[in-house]
């Protein structure tokens, strides 16, 4: 440990900062850092390294499809807020701290060599990405550079001014993103309203914005795809098309506030987005009468699966017929797969739906893209 990150520790531990960190895959050398020091214990709480697979997941309470990413960083900064919430009985000095990172090994990595350190204090949330250049140190040094960073994310949290040398080059980069709080989230999720609308300045509008169309996803991330889709919305439907976050799903866990926080961020400063506690259509059809959703083959093909609606055909037929005294219908883009691109043709849909779906065709939009694609192409 270098005498920077010593003297640096010693003025967080003359704070009142108390602090949980979780540390997966790098950044570890922190924590022994930390306890390395006398006086310690004022601010050091507890530090967790998941580093296996089973763990991280046990950590997360569900299995990412990515583990090295902004977000489950921040579920790891969010779950050791409140843990250290708890321990300190609402101490607003109680921060959290998570990092995930990739680093150097026996073999040669497919992705970058990276880290994103997440932290949440009672005001606001922040998470860092930091690329390596690979090749250019081994693991060690890649460890020690990390783990300088999540001192300092510590130092920052405790309220300190500090500009503590994380010796990266010039062209390695460290980008961080603010996640304010949502304006009116707690009433949201602990009451019986099922929607809430943020506007592309993070405030929060009453009721839902008129739009012809919704385009609904978890946009994990968003992706050029998803905007394609709404564009191509707007020009069959001749109106606006609105994006809608279900914080619910049907067969997902359901989503955090860090996690919201990070996935709204994308629209920040262009696009609106409706907050929904609706996991399927049927639902979600209640809230937005009389819109059009703009849908992949792939979830056109799961809204006539008896199995969201209660496992029997009755309850699907039921389903659609809602659908209908509603108003609501279904634009569906096709995807690739394989040699082959699936369209609505291709999915077995009840002939008495078979007005509530319409192909864009493939000459017309034509996306390639996966979000899951996307977070896994992100591993090393």
Not at 198 to 214: D, Q, R, V
Not at 270 to 280: D, E, G, H, N, R
Request: proline content about 4%.
């Amino acid at each position: 440990m270098e005498t920077d990150v010593k003297n640096l520790l010693k003025q967080v531990y003359q704070t009142d900062t108390k602090a949980v960190i979780t540390a997966a895959g790098g950044g570890a050398s922190a924590i022994a850092w930390i306890q390395s020091i006398p006086g310690s214990s004022r601010t050091f709480l507890k530090g967790a390294v998941p580093y296996h697979p089973d763990t991280l997941k046990a950590s997360l309470g569900f299995e990412p499809d990515q583990s090295v990413s902004e977000e489950v960083a921040l579920v790891l900064a969010e779950r050791s807020y409140k843990e250290a919430s708890t321990l300190t009985k609402s101490d607003p000095k109680s921060i959290g701290i998570g990092c995930t990172a990739t680093l150097a090994t026996d073999r040669q990595k497919r992705g970058e060599h990276r880290c994103h350190i997440a932290i949440m204090t009672a005001r606001n949330a922040e998470v860092h990405t930091l690329i390596l250049a690979k090749n250019l140190r081994d693991r060690s040094e890649e460890e020690a550079i990390v783990s300088r960073l999540v001192i300092k994310t510590l130092a920052e949290g405790a309220g300190l001014d500090t500009r503590l040398n994380l010796l990266i080059d010039d062209g390695e980069r460290l980008a961080t993103k603010t996640l304010k709080p949502i304006r009116g989230w707690d009433q949201f999720v602990n009451s019986d309203d099922l929607s809430l609308t943020i506007s592309s300045e993070g405030n929060t509008l009453p009721g839902i914005p008129p739009a012809k169309g919704i385009l609904s996803g978890s946009f994990n991330p968003l992706h050029e795809g998803h905007i394609g889709m709404a564009n191509m919305g707007e020009q069959i439907l001749s109106g606006d098309v609105a994006y809608e976050l279900p914080i619910i799903n049907a067969d997902k866990p359901t989503l955090t506030e860090l996690q919201v926080r990070l996935r709204i961020s994308q629209f920040a400063g262009w696009a609106t987005v409706i907050l929904t506690k609706t996991p399927t259509f049927s639902e979600k059809a209640t809230i937005l009468p009389q819109c059009t959703f703009i849908v992949g083959v792939d979830t056109a093909s799961r809204i006539v699966e008896p199995r969201f609606y209660g496992g029997t055909q009755e309850g699907l037929n039921k389903a659609l017929s809602e659908f209908q005294e509603q108003g609501c219908h279904f634009l569906v883009a096709g995807r690739k797969d394989g040699s082959n691109f699936i369209t609505l043709s291709d999915v077995n849909i009840p002939d008495s739906a078979q007005d509530l779906f319409e192909q864009i065709p493939e000459e017309q939009f034509r996306s390639d893209l996966s979000s899951t694609q996307i977070r896994r192409d992100g591993s090393g």
